[in-house]
């Protein structure tokens, strides 16, 4: 006789299928997701909490795959280590400065934010940032990212993003101004941003997160215009 499945366990994947499909994700988005009822969800979330499989970002409540999830699967993306390793030190800064903090990454041409602390900073007046896209050179995480990774890397961008028909990326297509601003950020040292169309309330810097001749992510701190 064939023996029964087991529905919590066929739950339990689609919860982290559906977390491996999104990268980033609160519980009634997996639930939606999913198709598992909420609090079905909650409950295999601290399980998988508990086995260390998933971690839960103090600054919104989403939750992100973690590195032991490799051994399951191949979806685990190498940028979920540095949400994990910044995750805290975010955290302090907020405290610190009581500004809000993000860590993003590349994908493809745009930055994505993998973790904030704008949910629990006392200056911060945005929310639900995280998987929020930005633009390379509209962006002080951007401009970080591409005066700071290696010049292979950021021909190869800046050549993609002229080719692109995104209203944000028209910057690149005018070589002189994408040089003269990627140039000033080298000098500068860290990326700058005065408001602009996405967040025209707010200006923000950020540092780049370098690896070897790379760049791994970037880390910003926004706060309003004066």
Not at 48 to 63: E, M, N, T
Not at 98 to 123: F, K, N, Q, Y
Not at 127 to 134: A, I, L, P, S
Request: aromatic share 6%; proline share 5%.
């Amino acid at each position: 006789m064939q023996p029964k499945a087991s529905r919590s366990f066929a739950r339990g994947l689609a919860v982290l299928e559906a977390l491996n499909r999104l990268g980033s994700a609160t519980a009634l988005m997996l639930a939606n997701e999913s198709k598992v009822p909420r609090a079905t969800v909650y409950r295999l979330l601290q399980t998988l909490l508990d086995l260390g499989y998933v971690r839960r970002s103090p600054g919104d409540d989403r939750y992100q795959l973690r590195l032991k999830v490799r051994g399951l699967s191949e979806g685990f993306e190498d940028e979920h280590w540095i949400s994990a390793v910044a995750a805290p030190v975010l955290l302090d800064v907020t405290k610190s400065i009581s500004w809000p903090c993000d860590v993003s990454t590349l994908e493809g041409v745009r930055m994505i934010i993998r973790d904030t602390t704008h949910r629990v900073a006392p200056l911060s007046i945005d929310r639900n940032m995280v998987g929020r896209e930005m633009p390379l050179l509209g962006s002080s995480a951007g401009l970080a990212y591409i005066a700071f990774t290696s010049a292979a890397e950021r021909a190869t961008l800046l050549g993609l993003l002229a080719r692109s028909d995104d209203p944000a990326d028209a910057p690149a297509r005018d070589t002189a101004y994408a040089e003269r601003v990627i140039a000033a950020t080298q000098r500068l040292g860290y990326g700058l941003r005065q408001g602009g169309p996405i967040w025209p309330h707010s200006g923000a810097v950020a540092l780049p997160i370098t690896e070897g001749e790379g760049c791994s992510a970037a880390s910003a701190r926004s706060g309003w215009r004066g």
